[in-house]
T-cell receptor, first 112, second 114 residues
C-alpha cells in the first residue's frame, strides 16, 4: 500500500501570513492532486501535478511536485480566512487499480 | 448542476441492521467510487466501478457490497452493520478514472452504528 504523509497535521496562523504544507511518500506517483475540504462537504480539487519538478500557481496558492515524483508542497501567500479548511493530497501510481490514495490531510485555520 | 448526489445524508443504525447508501451522478462519468473518511485515517477507498458493469475492491472492502445499477448510479450496502462502520461515506465520480482526471465528490453520508 502506498502511503502519503502530510505535515503538519494542524496549522493555525494569522491572516496575512505565509505557510507551506507538505505531502511526502517513499513511493513514486504518476500524478498528485490537491483537494480542499470544508466542514460538511466533500473534497474539491484544487490542482493536479503530473511532471516531476512541475510548479503550478492558483492565485495565492503555489503547488510543486518533487523532481522524483515522491513529494509535493502547497504554499499559500498572504493567507485569508477563506483559506481555512482541510487540505488533502492524493496520488495515483498508474498501476492496474483505480482510485486515489489520500493523505490524512492538514487542518488549516486562518484567524482574522 | 446537481453533480454527485448521495442519500441519505444522516443515518443511525443498530448493530446488525442493514442499509444501502445511494449515489447518483449527472455528469455522464464512467467511473464511480465509494470512500469512507474517519478521524485520523483520512479517506480510504472501499469499492470502485471503472465503468458500467464492473466493480472492484479498494483498500477496505470487508463488510460492504456495491452495485453499479447503471451508468448514473452506484450503491453501497452494509449487510450487517457494525460499530466499526461508523463513518462519513463519500461517493465520487470521474470521467475516465483518476489517472486522467479529477474526482467529483458528493456531500457525504454520516452513518452512526450503535
Amino acid at each position: 500500500t502506498q502511503l502519503l504523509e502530510q505535515s503538519p497535521q494542524f496549522l493555525s496562523i494569522q491572516e496575512g501570513e505565509n505557510l507551506t504544507v507538505y505531502c511526502n511518500s517513499s513511493s513514486v506517483f504518476s500524478s498528485l492532486q490537491w483537494y480542499r475540504q470544508e466542514p460538511g462537504e466533500g473534497p474539491v480539487l484544487l490542482v493536479t501535478v503530473v511532471t516531476g519538478g512541475e510548479v503550478k500557481k492558483l492565485k495565492r496558492l503555489t503547488f510543486q511536485f518533487g523532481d522524483a515524483r515522491k513529494d509535493s508542497s502547497l504554499h499559500i501567500t498572504a493567507a485569508q480566512p477563506g483559506d481555512t479548511g482541510l487540505y488533502l493530497c492524493a496520488g495515483t501510481s498508474g498501476g492496474g487499480a483505480d482510485g486515489l490514495t489520500f493523505g490524512k490531510g492538514t487542518h488549516l485555520i486562518i484567524q482574522p | 448542476n446537481a453533480g454527485v448526489t448521495q442519500t441519505p445524508k444522516f443515518q443511525v443504525l443498530k448493530t446488525g441492521q442493514s442499509m444501502t447508501l445511494q449515489c447518483a451522478q449527472d455528469m455522464n462519468h464512467n467511473s464511480m467510487y465509494w470512500y469512507r473518511q474517519d478521524p485520523g485515517m483520512g479517506l480510504r477507498l472501499i469499492y470502485y466501478s471503472a465503468s458500467e458493469g464492473t466493480t472492484d475492491k479498494g483498500e477496505v472492502p470487508n463488510g460492504y457490497n456495491v452495485s453499479r445499477l447503471n451508468k448514473r448510479e452506484f450503491s453501497l450496502r452494509l449487510e450487517s452493520a457494525a460499530p466499526s462502520q461508523t463513518s462519513v461515506y463519500f461517493c465520487a465520480s470521474s470521467r475516465q478514472g483518476v489517472r486522467t482526471g479529477e474526482l467529483f465528490f458528493g456531500e457525504g453520508s454520516r452513518l452512526t452504528v450503535l
